[in-house]
T-cell receptor, first 114, second 114 residues
Framework: AQTVTQSQPEMSVQEAETVTLSCTYDTSESDYYLFWYKQPPSRQMILVIR??????QNATENRFSVNFQKAAKSFSLKISDSQLGDAAMYFCAYMGEGAQKLVFGQGTRLTINP | DTGVSQDPRHKITKRGQNVTFRCDPI?????LYWYRQTLGQGPEFLTY????????KSRLLSDRFSAERPKGSFSTLEIQRTEQGDSAMYLC????????????FGQGTRLTVV
């Protein structure tokens, strides 16, 4: 079974600085998708960024980028120019090719210090 | 609001009672998912529907749990004879079609069993 591990229960960063959230996963599949979801307090979870495993190029969405290391099974999220609105729980998630469900990590609570 | 809607947002029930939650997915999304999130953990997959057909159920979904999506639109999740261990956030998500990897989440129903 696939597993996703986030080893940082909490992280904090000063506003406008850069922070990196870590994620590792375990799978025997070669084709899959990786995601970072953001869950603000009392609000619904939203997709931040998605990476297809067959793509070597790291995904980027504005201030959010990933460092995808397939051989190491590592998938970190970098947030540049952190903003107060970035404060949330961040979940790393895995979906196998052809699978229909997400496997989530335990989450990292990100605090932005003004 | 055209997002995923869940009702109720909060439910407190006594141990042994039955509870039912409702999820209205985004219009014309034919995939609907249920996840459970306990405090400090990432969401765990429970079940999903393709239109009205329930295609997969997790082993987490004990005999006391049942989910339906009678007309391929809204879905209900019922828990019979609730136990304190059922206390959690129950999340619903939808996606447009098979092969679509992004899931759109509702705000969840928080269940407390006392």
């Amino acid at each position: 079974a696939q597993t996703v591990t986030q080893s940082q229960p909490e992280m904090s960063v000063q506003e406008a600085e850069t922070v990196t959230l870590s994620c590792t996963y375990d799978t025997s599949e070669s084709d899959y998708y990786l995601f970072w979801y953001k869950q603000p307090p009392s609000r619904q979870m939203i997709l931040v960024i998605r990476q297809e495993a067959y793509k070597q190029q790291n995904a980027t969405e504005n201030r959010f980028s990933v460092n995808f290391q397939k051989a190491a099974k590592s998938f970190s999220l970098k947030i540049s120019d952190s903003q107060l609105g970035d404060a949330a729980m961040y979940f790393c998630a895995y979906m196998g090719e052809g699978a229909q469900k997400l496997v989530f990590g335990q989450g990292t609570r990100l605090t932005i210090n003004p | 609001d055209t997002g995923v809607s869940q009702d109720p947002r909060h439910k407190i029930t006594k141990r042994g009672q039955n509870v039912t939650f409702r999820c209205d997915p985004i219009s014309e999304h034919n995939r609907l998912y249920w996840y459970r999130q306990t405090l400090g953990q990432g969401p765990e997959f429970l079940t999903y529907f393709q239109n009205e057909a329930q295609l997969e159920k997790s082993r987490l979904l004990s005999d006391r749990f049942s989910a339906e999506r009678p007309k391929g639109s809204f879905s209900t999740l019922e828990i019979q004879r609730t136990e304190q261990g059922d206390s959690a956030m129950y999340l619903c998500a939808s996606s447009p079609a098979p092969g679509w990897t992004e899931a759109f989440f509702g705000q969840g129903t928080r269940l407390t069993v006392v």
